[in-house]
């Protein structure tokens, strides 16, 4: 699963090139201005793509780990953010990560997976957190205009190539993800793109969240 996953992103980035262009989400803005004020130092963001989601840290100061699983976009983004270090694996396994993070910024990754490996996801990034580090996610809505493209393989998520899930979430569903976190801030975001089928609008959940010290996750 995960080679074809690989496979997949890798003819991906080598047939589109900077297949979302290179404007960061306005949400990595806005994960900036909180981790600045947070103090946050270290910042790992999965599933780094070619990092133009990544860039924007690293050009604000922060020390930015990237994991990737697509080794082509791994390579893009050594030359497009090389002060960020991009690992090339699995958001599913980040053993090879060393050490922790003071906040993770992780844009449009959580929805594509299958909720063990959605959960699973979520789990990897709580532990690369330090205790009262924060969790800045974000990911497809039910109002996203792909909603209900392909087949219905669990509740609420798509396949419109096999293998390739694409869930929507719910801000309730999001909040239950995130329920051994202590929400801080969440709601919809529209992202503007001008890729594949042209120009759209992706109606987008985020959800920030902190880490407690105290709740076992
Ligand atoms: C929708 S794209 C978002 C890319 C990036 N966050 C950005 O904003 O440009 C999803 C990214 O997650 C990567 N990805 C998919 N599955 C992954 C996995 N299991 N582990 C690590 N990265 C993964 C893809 O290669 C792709 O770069």
Redesign the pocket.
């Known amino acids: 699963m ?1 080679m074809d ?1 690989k496979a997949y ?1 890798n003819k ?2 080598q047939k589109e090139g900077y ?2 262009g290179t404007a ?2 306005p949400t990595a803005e806005y994960a900036i201005e909180i981790f600045r004020k947070d103090e946050a130092k270290k910042i790992l ?9 990544t860039k924007p840290f690293s050009e604000s100061g922060f020390q930015v780990t990237g ?4 080794d082509t ?1 791994c390579e893009m983004a050594r030359e497009y953010d090389p002060q960020t270090r991009a690992y090339n ?4 396994d980040m053993s090879m990560v060393p050490g922790q993070f003071d906040a993770v910024y ?4 959580l929805h ?2 299958r909720e063990e490996e959605r959960f699973l ?1 979520l789990q990897q990034c709580a532990e690369k957190v330090k205790d009262n580090g924060l969790l800045f996610f974000t990911a497809f809505s039910e109002r996203e205009p792909s909603f209900g493209r392909g087949q219905e393989v669990e509740k609420n998520t798509f396949e419109s190539r096999p293998g390739r899930p694409v869930h929507h979430f719910t801000e309730a569903e999001l909040h239950d993800y995130f329920q051994d976190f202590q929400t801080i801030e969440s709601g919809i975001t529209e992202d503007y793109e001008d890729h594949g089928e042209g120009p759209h609008t992706h109606v987008l959940l985020y959800i920030l969240a902190r880490k407690n010290s105290n709740k076992i996750i």
């Open positions: 995960i996953k992103w991906r980035f297949v979302w960061p989400s963001v999965p599933g780094s793509g070619y990092g133009r989601n994991l990737e699983i697509s976009a694996g699995s958001v599913l992780c844009y449009n990754v594509l997976f996801c």
